[in-house]
């Protein structure tokens, strides 16, 4: 035990579970980056105030730190077909939580999931599903989703409309 504390020690120190320190440049850069990705760094350094090199070279940092993760394109969901959303609340029975792994590993496969979190509480995890319609998602669900061995309960709930969707974390202070 002592020295799972002294690794998680210094893998603090080493910077693995700290966030690096970002000076004003760093947060004007990510927060452009977020909006618009296909920027050259020539035109982000023009809007930051930074020369061409400088710029990349944070740019480059900000890769290199696991800070920025990748660029990607965004969609439409709904101008793609994919009309309707839904959050499922999943509990595990007893033996379903014995079996995490084989869990995470089945919905890390289903596409028309998007994001899955664990939770704290009366339910274990909180799925944000995509379908292009309700019956879509019936089929997803009985023929899927109910099909992952461990699941005691899910509790879907359908969203009527979208009041905020985005991707941009806030980086400004």
Same mark, same amino acid.
């Not at 700290?18 to 990510?30: G, K, P, Q």
């Not at 920027?39 to 930074?50: P, W």
């Not at 920025?68 to 994919?82: A, E, S, Y």
């Not at 944000?128 to 709930?157: C, H, W």
């Given at each position: 035990?002592?020295?799972?504390?002294? !690794? $998680?020690?210094?893998?603090? $120190?080493?910077?693995?579970?700290?966030?690096?320190?970002? &000076?004003?440049?760093?947060?004007?850069?990510?927060? /452009? =980056?977020?909006?618009?990705?296909? =920027?050259?760094?020539? #035109?982000?350094?023009?809007?930051? +105030? =930074?020369?061409?090199?400088?710029?990349?070279?944070?740019?480059?940092?900000?890769?290199?730190?696991?800070?920025?993760?990748? #660029?990607?394109?965004?969609? &439409?969901?709904?101008?793609?077909?994919?009309?309707? !959303?839904?959050?499922?609340? @999943?509990? =595990?029975?007893?033996?379903?939580?014995?079996?995490?792994?084989?869990?995470?590993?089945?919905?890390?496969?289903?596409?028309?999931?998007?994001?899955?979190?664990?939770?704290? +509480?009366?339910? &274990?995890?909180?799925?944000?599903? @995509?379908?292009?319609?309700?019956?879509?998602?019936?089929?997803?669900?009985?023929?899927? /989703?109910?099909?992952?061995? +461990?699941?005691?309960?899910?509790?879907?709930?359908?969203?009527?409309?979208?009041?905020?969707?985005?991707?941009?974390?806030?980086?400004?202070?």
């Amino acid at each position: 035990m002592n020295n799972r504390i002294n !690794q $998680f020690k210094v893998s603090i $120190f080493q910077g693995k579970y700290m966030h690096s320190e970002l &000076d004003a440049y760093d947060r004007r850069i990510l927060a /452009l =980056l977020q909006e618009d990705a296909s =920027l050259s760094s020539a #035109q982000i350094a023009e809007q930051v +105030g =930074l020369s061409q090199s400088p710029c990349w070279r944070r740019i480059q940092r900000l890769k290199e730190e696991g800070v920025i993760r990748g #660029q990607v394109t965004l969609l &439409d969901r709904k101008k793609i077909g994919l009309n309707t !959303q839904i959050f499922a609340e @999943v509990k =595990l029975n007893a033996h379903g939580r014995s079996n995490f792994t084989e869990f995470t590993d089945a919905i890390r496969g289903f596409p028309e999931v998007l994001e899955c979190y664990v939770l704290m +509480g009366a339910v &274990d995890f909180l799925l944000r599903i @995509v379908t292009s319609d309700i019956e879509a998602y019936e089929r997803f669900f009985f023929e899927k /989703l109910s099909m992952v061995p +461990g699941i005691q309960e899910v509790n879907s709930i359908v969203a009527l409309s979208e009041i905020k969707s985005t991707t941009s974390l806030p980086v400004s202070r």
